[in-house]
């Protein structure tokens, strides 16, 4: 069965360019995670979904990042006006259930590198 | 607050040693989640193993095992008999309740080289 993948894999922006990073969950997962890592880091939190529902957005860096998962399917991080800190590798994650604890799925990330 | 700390940054070993992964957790909550992952150089994680705080049992899967201690708040994972294979990037994850939902923390990784 097919994984998480994540669109683009490579993406170079000019600074303050908009970019879109996609994700496409496995199949009837309910929960869904976008994480930034940083070279040589771990894995930082940015936003969960439930659903279509966004339930925590507390790890969004600024208001230039928007994420939304309106079928509660396939998922878009957005960010405007993109700044050389928001280089990093965006992972994306996808869970069965909607309760703690689960096993996540991980995509292959892209990685995304602002001149 | 809650965090997690891998110390190790990077681990060389020879072929075959036995080596062990470190990973201390801060929480005050009392319901929690521990995890284990291995990010090859492909850079994908992968999960390795899940473990719920009321359940200090350790475990062995094969040549990898985990001693989980809530009394020094620890989560550790050895590897036997190593082997090149086992090169990556290994991350230990705390998953905690937040504001009536819940999210993941993840130590900063330690780095095992395994050399032939």
């Known amino acids: 069965g097919a994984g998480v993948s994540q669109s683009p894999r490579y993406k170079v922006a000019k600074r303050g360019q908009d970019v879109a990073l996609r994700c496409d969950p496995i199949?009837?997962?309910?929960?869904l995670f976008w994480y930034q890592q940083a070279l040589g880091q771990g894995p930082e939190f940015l936003t969960y979904f439930q659903n279509e529902a966004q339930l925590d957005k507390s790890g969004l860096p600024s208001d230039r990042f928007f994420a939304e998962r309106p079928e509660g399917s396939v998922s878009t991080l957005k960010i405007q006006r993109t700044q050389q800190e928001d280089s990093a590798v965006y992972l994306c994650?996808?869970?069965?259930?909607?309760?703690?604890?689960?096993?996540?799925?991980f995509g292959p990330g892209t990685r995304l590198t602002v001149t | 607050a809650q965090k997690v700390t891998q110390a190790q940054t990077e681990i060389s070993v020879v072929e075959k040693e036995d080596v062990t992964l470190d990973c201390v957790y801060e929480t005050r909550d009392t319901t929690y989640y521990l995890f284990w992952y291995k990010q090859p150089p492909s850079g994908e994680l992968v999960f390795l193993i899940r473990r719920n705080s009321f359940d200090e049992q350790n475990e062995i899967s094969g040549r990898y095992s985990w001693n989980f201690q809530k009394s020094t708040s620890s989560f550790n994972f050895t590897i036997t008999a190593s082997q090149v294979v086992d090169s990556a990037v290994y991350f230990c994850?705390?998953?905690?309740?937040?504001?009536?939902?819940?999210?993941?923390?993840f130590g900063t990784g330690t780095r095992l080289k395994v050399l032939a």
């Open positions: 994650a996808s869970s069965r259930g909607g309760g703690q604890g689960g096993e996540q799925y």
């Open positions: 994850a705390l998953s905690v309740t937040a504001s009536g939902t819940y999210k993941y923390i």
């Open positions: 199949s009837g997962h309910v929960s």
